[in-house]
């Protein structure tokens, strides 16, 4: 049965050189969080930036979150030294303390510097995500890795600073509830775990499956993945444990296609490569009969990203379909998503939009006639951050300009539509 918070001390230490404030969790007590939401988070603050800001004593102490919203706040400026929060899962007879460490190693700037900290388990497909994360797929529109994974979240974000602080993170998950079961992780693999992170901007999780890229930490015993070390340019918010061996993988981070002056642009951008002979791109008019446009020689085995393009001057009335395929020098294919492009040769030509200063977003229209279109910007989950809008465009330039409020940094797409076409545009939203 769950034991509530009965005994939690503010105690105040002296010492010479310091004084400390520290919330002190006694013999085994539970500081339980719930009912955090996006529009209401539930935080507790610990307004001592050293590490002895959270104490437990006696037989330990306890902190329940096991929701994103219900989060620690650590106010720790630019101190540099190691923090524990005493996580404990929620199961009942099944509960485990499962202590998440961040050790920061400077770096920092920002006096008022903050670690929000927060977790919770989830299925086995693992699909309650954190808000900033949009798949747990093979490829960002490809098959769910979830099974591969911990049935955990974390949230670790360095929040308020200029620059964020380097650090070394510790996760410890729960073996009772967490692995095993439909889950592929058991006592025999878990001791491949390693810590993956999640990039909103890229829209991918840093780590693949030929292991050039990035991941965390490395699995410590007493369920535990520790040493994964963050600076300011990749201390990401939203982290999970994999098996190494079946990485979130990141090859192709996407597959566009676009009409420029009546043909088609096809794009595609790869993190990393193994062996990688040559893309087979093809074209079909009703997604199931494809015949090859071209091929596109590869990068064979690479850690780089790499960015691929075809201008193809075909006539496609009406919608088509292109798939993209990469071949292995020893014959093995892997399939990507099919993608579908609307009446690429009667499109508006000169069709453009990027960001300015402030993040106003600018659009150039460059069109044949007078047309009216409707003019909205969604996410990558495809969730409405701006509300249709209508644009009454003239023959030849037409210029113009938004400056939306509260928008995260991150990739969104705009789309102009009328009743003849749609166009779809990558748009990034820097810090």
Not at 31 to 46: A, E, K, R, Y
Not at 211 to 240: I, K, N, Q
Not at 257 to 267: D, I, K, P, R
């Amino acid at each position: 049965m769950l034991k509530y918070l009965f005994s939690i001390l503010i105690l105040w230490f002296a010492s010479i050189g310091y004084s400390q404030y520290a919330l002190v969790i006694n013999d085994d007590a539970y500081m339980v969080l719930n009912g955090g939401s996006v529009t209401t988070p539930i935080f507790v603050v610990v307004d001592e930036s050293d590490g002895r800001g959270i104490t437990t004593l006696g037989t330990g102490g306890n902190i329940i979150s096991e929701g994103e919203y219900n989060k620690v706040q650590w106010n720790i400026g630019t101190t540099v030294d190691n923090y524990l929060i005493p996580f404990t899962s929620n199961n009942g007879s099944n509960d485990q303390k499962i202590p998440l460490s961040v050790e920061t190693t400077g770096s920092a700037v920002g006096a008022s510097g903050r670690l929000i900290l927060s977790t919770w388990e989830t299925d086995d497909m693992d699909t309650q995500w954190p808000d900033d994360v949009t798949h747990l797929n093979t490829a960002p529109t490809g098959s769910s890795n979830g099974l591969n994974v911990v049935d955990r979240f974390w949230v670790v974000d360095a929040d308020n600073y200029t620059t964020k602080p380097s650090a070394i993170l510790g996760f410890t998950y729960n073996d009772n509830n967490e692995i095993g079961g439909s889950n592929y992780i058991n006592t025999t693999n878990e001791s491949t775990l390693v810590g993956q992170s999640f990039d909103p901007a890229t829209n991918t999780w840093r780590g693949n499956a030929s292991g050039t890229a990035v991941f965390y930490g490395a699995w410590t015993g007493a369920r535990t993945v520790s040493g994964a070390m963050v600076s300011d340019g990749d201390f990401f918010s939203s982290w999970t444990l994999a098996l190494q061996s079946q990485l979130l993988p990141i090859d192709l981070l996407e597959f566009t296609a676009e009409c420029l002056n009546g043909a088609a642009l096809l794009q595609w951008t790869t993190a990393a490569e193994t062996n990688n002979a040559h893309f087979v791109l093809e074209s079909s008019p009703n997604g199931i009969d494809f015949q090859i446009v071209t091929t596109v020689t590869g990068a064979g085995t690479t850690s780089s990203m790499r960015s691929y393009e075809f201008l193809d001057h075909s006539e496609y009335p009406g919608t088509t379909y292109f798939r993209l395929t990469q071949v292995d020098f020893d014959g093995a294919t892997t399939q990507f998503e099919t993608i579908a492009l609307n009446n690429c040769n009667n499109l508006n030509d000169g069709i453009s939009v990027y960001t300015s200063t402030g993040n106003q977003i600018n659009i150039e229209v460059d069109s044949k006639g007078p047309e009216r279109f409707n003019f909205r910007v969604v996410d990558a989950r495809g969730r409405m951050i701006i509300s249709p809008q209508l644009l009454h465009v003239q023959e030849g330039m037409n210029r113009f300009s938004l400056a939306p409020d509260n928008i995260d940094f991150g990739i969104y797409y705009m789309i102009l539509e009328n009743e003849k076409e749609r166009i779809t545009k990558k748009l990034i939203m820097h810090k």
